[in-house]
């Protein structure tokens, strides 16, 4: 690699940092914040941070030395080994080891002394250059893989993009197939991040973190933090009523991240091809471009909206494909339906992912005891005691019918019915709402599509840490400096929690709130109204309410997708029981919408598995059933559509059709080289007429 000189070399010779290259100002990253570090493959790589396939499998997450001073090196490893795990099943027989994982099939080898499993190669590190900041420090951490056997003569890029609300890292395991094959890895964040502000008086002193994970306060770290809130009057003032509360950059940098998931996805490519082009001294000549390098964007969940995003985006010609699994991507409304089986036809006319947290925020607790809504360790569980206790406030309020706890579920449940929510998803209405998925999601996603500020404090919820008694408290300090690598960027998360500041015994943790409207401790219905009224409008009665309301419209509308992806090749994986992001409302309506926007140019193939889910990471673990494991694994797919897309791109080769595909779930069995083939048939380049997915005449037909 061209260098100017060494900065420092760790003692075992194995990481080596490199004097930071010219930054010129028509690059795509911003100056002072780029790192460049050579991975030898002896004691660190670029996909697993020197943890290996045994580090990855193991749940004991790597620690530090010094709990109180965590290094950038220590805080990367523990950042990779959280987000890896959180895509795929980590459980040995799960997969990792025979279908993805370091030292997998398909994975590279070197020369000794690289250990067997790590990838050698250079990580570029920097903030992405870009206007949207106000009024706070938002800045967008982005990162840069180059493998050591990357070959020049044919080069390739993979923007992974990262899942949930996670930053960069959120998509290591996505890149692995790019690691594996030989690609450039491109790892842009989108604005959501791990990046926190602690705003009470007692964290100052490690209240933000900066590119690497490392915290220290507003003043010392400036504009060099990963987000910061600016100070005014009147956070200072909620602020003395409301101590130690804690910004969190998805919900609070006011910029509603969303709608720039496409750009921020562009600029990591472009980060991409600027650090190739460095690292092969060729930097101002742009040996590599669009032009001569392949492009394929990635991602899962938020990571394949991202993705779908960036390609609509696209006006330069920087992706040459996309392969996504299970992504949100709220389409616009469209003139098409959706005809499952023998169903009646389903229109999904636009609803967003938003109005989708608050209906199940307000309905699943008490739908979670409707017949057939189990089938998980979770489930077993519960359901939970308070949503009988939602239940009753639901049938006091109006919105269910019924006068027994059964028909009041049956009602709650009919109201996830008509939204979209299929019985292939009755499954999970007990376990994430034992999870509390939707009740976390709507705080942070309301906050970010209103564009408030932390001091707005949107239905009286709030994040902190808190106390014994569930009373805000807060962050420890050796908590707040693992936030980087521990969070997901949603809480709760990482020792940040969810706060009912407006519960009759408030402000204390959610799950803990008498709501003050029923006097019962039925999981802060007054919270899940007032979420849900910021959606449909209903019971507001003030004219700040009425323009709160109106905010969140507007963002949610701001993040409406054309489904217009410039005839460019791609593909969609999603799992019909996916009681997360619902198939009605995301993949199927936005395939739908592709089909009518771009007709016989469309190259877009959707691939629905019937038994995969929204979260493989829960596949072996959380997931695991009475009859053993119930689900069989989208990653698995992923990998089959990347090498599919490759061979499309470099070849020629044909992209399979539209498609539904019947995997059995591996029950108490382990996948073996063996069984793979049965158990998860592959996608078909001619699938049965029974298993084809067709679009005509505006009816999108999905095959039961």
């Not at 915290?215 to 909620?238: C, E």
């Not at 940098?253 to 709608?259: A, D, H, I, M, T």
């Not at 407006?502 to 999981?523: F, K, M, Q």
């Not at 929204?614 to 689900?631: E, K, N, Y």
């Amino acid at each position: 690699m061209k260098t100017t000189g060494w900065l420092a070399v760790c003692a075992s010779f194995s990481i080596a940092a490199f004097a930071t290259p010219v930054v010129a100002d028509d690059s795509p990253i911003e100056r002072g914040s780029l790192k460049v570090t050579e991975y030898d493959g002896i004691t660190d790589d670029l996909l697993s941070a020197g943890l290996n396939q045994a580090g990855l499998v193991s749940a004991v997450q790597p620690g530090f030395v010094d709990p109180l001073n965590p290094t950038p090196a220590e805080l990367r490893r523990r950042a990779i080994h959280g987000n890896y795990r959180g895509i795929v099943d980590p459980v040995p027989g799960g997969g990792i080891g025979l279908l993805w994982g370091p030292g997998s099939p398909g994975s590279p080898s070197f020369a000794a002394p690289v250990v067997p499993g790590l990838i050698p190669g250079v990580e570029y590190q920097a903030y992405l250059r870009h206007a949207q900041r106000h009024p706070h420090v938002n800045n967008i951490p982005a990162a840069v893989q180059i493998p050591r056997h990357f070959d020049p003569a044919k080069p390739c890029i993979v923007a992974a993009m990262p899942s949930g609300s996670r930053s960069l890292w959120g998509g290591i395991a996505i890149a692995e197939w790019a690691l594996f094959k030989g690609c450039a890895v491109a790892l842009p964040g989108k604005g959501t991040d791990t990046g926190f502000d602690l705003l009470g008086g007692a964290m100052g002193a490690y209240a933000v973190d900066d590119r690497d994970g490392v915290t220290g306060s507003a003043d010392a770290l400036g504009d060099n933090a990963q987000f910061a809130v600016r100070p005014s009057r009147r956070l200072a003032a909620y602020l003395a009523e409301n101590p130690d509360r804690i910004a969190v950059k998805h919900a609070h940098s006011q910029v509603n991240p969303e709608r720039l998931w496409g750009e921020f996805g562009l600029q990591g490519i472009e980060f991409a091809f600027w650090a190739l082009n460095d690292h092969y001294g060729s930097r101002g000549k742009k040996r590599f471009d669009r032009k001569n390098t392949l492009v394929i964007a990635a991602g899962a969940s938020n990571g394949g909206g991202m993705a779908l995003r960036a390609l609509e985006d696209d006006h330069k010609g920087l992706i040459d494909g996309v392969v996504v699994t299970e992504p949100n991507i709220g389409p616009q409304e469209g003139r098409f339906t959706i005809k499952f089986g023998n169903d009646a036809p389903f229109d999904p006319a636009g609803t967003t992912i938003y109005d989708s947290m608050t209906l199940m925020s307000l309905y699943a607790a008490c739908a979670a005891h409707a017949a057939g809504a189990n089938g998980t360790v979770l489930a077993f569980l519960g359901p939970q005691a308070a949503g009988a206790e939602r239940c009753k406030s639901l049938k006091e309020k109006g919105l269910v019918s019924g006068d027994v706890l059964a028909d009041q579920a049956n009602s709650a449940r009919e109201k996830l019915r008509a939204h979209g929510y299929a019985t292939a998803q009755d499954w999970g209405i007990a376990s994430h709402d034992t999870l509390g998925l939707w009740r976390a999601l709507q705080v942070t996603y309301a906050n970010a599509y209103g564009r408030f500020a932390v001091e707005d404090n949107l239905c009286g919820m709030s994040f902190a840490a808190i106390d014994a008694l569930g009373r805000p408290a807060p962050l420890a300090e050796a908590a707040a400096k693992r936030l980087f690598a521990d969070s997901s960027g949603v809480p709760p998360s990482a020792g940040v929690q969810v706060i009912a500041g407006r519960a009759a015994n408030g402000p204390i943790l959610e799950g803990l709130a008498v709501s003050r409207s029923t006097g019962r401790t039925d999981l802060n219905i007054d919270g899940a109204l007032c979420f849900r009224s910021l959606q449909d409008g209903d019971g507001l009665d003030s004219a700040e309410d009425f323009f709160k309301h109106a905010r969140v419209r507007f963002g949610t509308r701001e993040v409406g997708t054309t489904g217009k992806l410039h005839g460019k090749p791609a593909i969609i994986i999603h799992g019909r029981r996916d009681a997360l992001v619902f198939p009605n409302l995301h993949s199927r309506a936005y395939y739908a919408l592709n089909q009518v926007e771009e007709r016989r140019k469309s190259q877009l193939s959707y691939v629905e598995v019937t038994t995969g889910q929204h979260f493989d990471a829960f596949i072996s673990s959380l997931f695991f059933g009475a009859t053993g494991v119930q689900f069989a694994p989208l990653h698995y797919y992923f990998v089959q559509a990347m090498d599919s897309m490759y061979a499309h791109l470099t070849g020629g080769g044909t992209l399979p059709p539209s498609q539904v595909v019947r995997p059995t779930p591996r029950g108490v069995q382990l996948y073996t080289p063996a069984n793979v083939a049965t158990l998860l048939p592959p996608m078909r380049q001619s699938p049965a007429a029974a298993d084809r997915i067709s679009f005509e005449d505006g009816v999108l037909s999905i095959p039961e």
